[in-house]
């Protein structure tokens, strides 16, 4: 049996990771100088956001913003999970008292691995004759993309564990 998640409760329950994923879209578009004509952080329906900005003609400037959600969704997510990793590698996870702080903190970081992978519109922007670590990061994210929400909740585990390991050599280095 398969169970579909409706796209707009995925939106509201990954709002923040959303509105970043829009975010580093806005910001590497100001930052290569391409106007932007339209941004929309958050919306309640399956197209959670978009932003909509002049045509780009340089491969690799269309290709960092298109990518760019993946690189800086994915390394907030990790920002928010080391910690909590890290208390776990220390041995002291059993002396640690939950707080709403640290719910809140690891659902946004949640949040921000599964609106990480980019989207189909966004694969669309990357030129199919790309080559190089872009060539990598979009056969990836489409590999992801293809997945669905799966693929999501793929990439933020592989985040997930990622932080586990770095926490692993912090708390053998330091304890």
Not at 109 to 122: K, R, W
Not at 126 to 153: E, T
């Given at each position: 049996?398969?169970?579909i998640i409706p796209g707009f409760l995925v939106s509201m329950l990954t709002?923040?990771?959303v509105i970043l994923h829009e975010m580093a879209?806005?910001?590497f578009c100001d930052y290569y100088n391409i106007t932007v004509f339209k941004v929309a952080y958050f919306r309640i329906s399956s197209k959670a956001g978009h932003v909509t900005h002049e045509p780009i003609y340089d491969k690799d400037k269309e290709t960092t913003v298109a990518l760019a959600p993946f690189f800086i969704n994915s390394l907030i997510c990790m920002l928010f999970f080391i910690p909590y990793f890290l208390i776990y590698s220390f041995g002291t996870f059993f002396?640690?008292?939950?707080?709403?702080?640290?719910v809140f903190l690891i659902?946004?970081?949640?949040?921000c691995g599964?609106?990480?992978v980019p989207s189909e519109t966004d694969l669309k922007h990357i030129p199919k004759d790309i080559s190089g670590i872009y060539f990598f990061f979009r056969?990836?994210?489409k590999g992801l993309n293809d997945l669905g929400f799966f693929g999501s909740m793929l990439w933020?585990?592989?985040?997930?564990?990622?932080c586990y390991m770095i926490a692993i050599v912090i708390g053998n280095i330091f304890y």
């Amino acid at each position: 049996m398969i169970f579909i998640i409706p796209g707009f409760l995925v939106s509201m329950l990954t709002f923040p990771g959303v509105i970043l994923h829009e975010m580093a879209h806005k910001f590497f578009c100001d930052y290569y100088n391409i106007t932007v004509f339209k941004v929309a952080y958050f919306r309640i329906s399956s197209k959670a956001g978009h932003v909509t900005h002049e045509p780009i003609y340089d491969k690799d400037k269309e290709t960092t913003v298109a990518l760019a959600p993946f690189f800086i969704n994915s390394l907030i997510c990790m920002l928010f999970f080391i910690p909590y990793f890290l208390i776990y590698s220390f041995g002291t996870f059993f002396l640690w008292k939950i707080s709403r702080l640290d719910v809140f903190l690891i659902w946004v970081g949640i949040s921000c691995g599964l609106s990480a992978v980019p989207s189909e519109t966004d694969l669309k922007h990357i030129p199919k004759d790309i080559s190089g670590i872009y060539f990598f990061f979009r056969a990836l994210s489409k590999g992801l993309n293809d997945l669905g929400f799966f693929g999501s909740m793929l990439w933020t585990f592989m985040l997930g564990c990622f932080c586990y390991m770095i926490a692993i050599v912090i708390g053998n280095i330091f304890y």
